[in-house]
């Protein structure tokens, strides 16, 4: 075990200790540190792209079921916790996804780690994009498979190690479809090829693409018409879909198999009843409105905009999600403390949550934040930037 009072000094001593700062949510895309005297800032690290936590169709459908059913489900969804509401939000998610079934966890994590524990064990291998979530490395270090990390996006490394590793046993291709660090997206046409190819299972965690992308808000999945190919299509409710709690979407017969198999699931309380209400008000509206996207679509395209003529020519990404890499992580720190005087909340993401020395700001484009705004943001980040 390690000596908790030395590691908290050394990681105070090199920088890297994190700690909860207060935040008083004013709405709006506005928060401001708890006690703090000063302005307002634009929240540029909130992942509630289309602003629908504040929305009324999820708070009249939250507080009706609030107001039905109590607070909380007081059980797991096998013993007394599934509630009609919960059918209904799986129906819709697979609809949305365009797979037969699906099933709900209580979060993203929990998710990842159940689904991918349940599927794989140690006579199987998992090919895992090098960039991604931690609870995917959880699960893969739950489930006690081998594990072959593929480079960041990189087919070529994937096909090598797939033609050099793939084995007799099961295998599985997990990555995200918008990786949440980096804003870019998974080559995912390619991946189902190779899946094929080599007899594997495909996940891919759509995070911060469900809701963003597809014609209907599908997410990548959609957009980039893959759906058939996809064998478990899994996200969150807490991004995009401004609520709480996770899904995957699949066969029956891997629902089926899940809802034995995932421990997660099968020991974890069930999502309180106006929690996944709120997320199928959500599913219904990204599906019905797809003008909240082409909103936040075109208020991104402004912002990168605005940085480009700035004077910034780093790659700002095909998405909602845009990095600007410094570096050292003091150098991301000194610069968000300077934003933050400039009335811009960006988080610096540093080592381990990225790899080291690659530190750097990560703007999150939602539509609480109005073309005003982002044209003033971007102009306050251009003045203070190194080119
Ligand atoms: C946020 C995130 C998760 C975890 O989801 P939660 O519902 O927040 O637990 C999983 N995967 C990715 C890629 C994420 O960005």
Redesign the pocket.
């Known amino acids: 075990m390690v000596e908790i009072g030395d590691w908290l000094r050394a990681r105070q001593a090199e920088g890297t200790l994190r700690a909860l700062v207060g935040l008083d949510h004013l709405g709006h895309g506005r928060v401001r540190l708890t006690g703090s005297a000063g302005p307002a800032l634009l929240d540029f690290s909130s ?1 509630d792209y289309l602003a629908l936590s504040e929305h009324p169709a999820l708070i009249a459908a939250a507080s009706e079921a609030l107001h039905r059913y109590g607070t909380g489900a007081g059980a797991a969804r096998l013993m007394s916790g599934n509630f009609p509401v919960h059918q209904e939000l799986e129906q819709a998610v697979a609809a949305l996804k365009g797979q037969e079934a699906a099933l709900l966890f209580g ?4 998710a ?1 780690v159940g689904i991918i524990a349940a599927l794989m064990g140690r006579d199987d291998i998992i090919f895992t994009d090098r960039l991604n ?1 931690a ?2 490395y959880d699960g893969c270090r739950l489930a006690g498979a081998k594990l072959a990390r593929f480079r960041h996006n990189d087919l070529d490394h994937l096909t090598e190690l797939l033609a050099s590793r793939r084995g007799k046993g099961g295998a599985l291709i997990v990555v ?1 479809s918008v990786y ?1 660090m980096d804003g870019d997206c998974a080559p995912l046409r390619e991946l189902v090829r190779l899946k094929e190819r080599y007899d594997c299972l495909l996940m891919v ?1 759509e ?2 693409a469900t809701g963003v992308f597809g014609a209907h808000g599908g997410g990548m999945i959609e957009e980039a018409g893959v759906a058939g190919g996809v064998d478990l299509a899994m996200g ?4 995009a879909l401004g609520s ?3 899904y995957v979407a699949a066969s029956r017969q891997m629902i089926d198999f899940l809802v034995n198999r995932a421990r997660s699931f099968v020991f974890s309380t069930a999502l309180p009843p106006a929690v996944a209400a709120a997320s199928l008000a959500a599913v219904r509206l990204i599906r019905q409105e797809p003008g909240l996207r082409q909103e936040l679509h075109s208020r991104v395209a402004l912002f990168k905009e605005c940085l480009r003529q700035g004077g910034i020519s780093a790659d700002l990404g095909p998405s909602q999600i845009i990095p600007l890499q410094l570096g050292a992580s003091a150098k991301a720190m000194a610069m968000a403390e300077r934003l933050r005087t400039q009335g811009l909340f960006v988080p610096a993401v540093r080592p381990p949550t990225v790899p080291e020395g690659t530190a750097r700001l990560r703007f999150s484009i939602t539509r609480h934040l109005g073309e005003v705004d982002l044209a003033a943001a971007a102009a306050a980040l251009c003045a203070c930037c190194p080119r």
Do not use: Q
């Open positions: 992942n979060s993203g994590y929990g990842n979530h609870s995917i995200e949440s965690d995070a911060h969150t409710f807490g991004k709480y709690g996770a």
